[in-house]
């Protein structure tokens, strides 16, 4: 369970991040949310697929990292074997919370169950001894900043793609080096034949939301799904 608190340097003075990845830090997941400014970093390294919400009133986006659950193909050991590591995976254990009061700053948060928080002198801190943000605060606090302007636009850009009908559902199924299958279902991709097919008022429309760009990023991630079979194949062959 999660135990989020307002971060303070009255509260959390002499508190300590642990920054290496790790399955024991919490990294070993198959997916992690990502926003829209960042498709252009992601999709360097890792497919990006869409799923609805378990309310299923509204998409999500996600960088793949495996092909089930627990499953993260690009970690090993307590290295992150890719060139981006997405935002919201960057920022742990911090979070954005809502302001104190209506209208005002929204503040940063910690969650204090976090398996990153250090309970010896192991880590980077938050503040130095003067209550003062580190380097390391100050740096996540504009990453913070960058990743909630990404929710902010979130919404704009999915009632984009739903009003151009550029969301498919996709199943991807693929075959390893040792004749077994890995699918990901559930999932949705850009249809890239209604993509091709829109006129240039419609292409005209996306654009001018910014949300042009994003949506090519999204389709040029697909690409990565070979070099994902290729990691679990690599996985399989060497633990079974």
Aim: proline share 5%; glycine share 8%.
């Amino acid at each position: 369970m999660a135990n989020h608190a307002l971060l303070s340097s009255d509260d959390h003075l002499t508190l300590r991040i642990i920054p290496q990845r790790g399955a024991d830090r919490g990294d070993a997941v198959m997916a992690c949310l990502i926003v829209p400014t960042e498709f252009r970093r992601v999709q360097n390294d890792f497919p990006i697929l869409f799923r609805l919400t378990p309310q299923r009133d509204r998409f999500q986006a996600f960088a793949m990292f495996g092909f089930e659950q627990g499953e993260n193909l690009f970690l090993q050991d307590n290295h992150w074997d890719a060139g981006y590591l997405p935002l919201a995976m960057q920022i742990q254990p911090l979070l954005i919370g809502h302001p104190a009061t209506e209208g005002g700053d929204k503040q940063i948060h910690i969650d204090l169950d976090s398996p990153r928080i250090s309970g010896s002198e192991e880590g980077i801190r938050l503040f130095d001894d003067l209550g003062r943000p580190t380097p390391y605060l100050e740096t996540m606090a504009e990453r913070l900043g960058e990743l909630d302007a990404g929710w902010q636009a979130n919404d704009d850009f999915f009632t984009a793609l739903t009003r151009h009908e550029l969301l498919e559902p996709l199943t991807l199924e693929i075959t390893l080096n040792d004749g077994s299958t890995s699918r990901l279902v559930g999932y949705h991709g850009i249809a890239e034949e209604r993509l091709q097919q829109l006129d240039a008022a419609a292409l005209g429309d996306l654009q001018a939301g910014g949300h042009l760009m994003p949506v090519f990023m999204a389709l040029a991630s697909l690409a990565n799904v070979a070099e994902l079979r290729d990691r679990k194949s690599l996985r399989v062959a060497m633990h079974g």
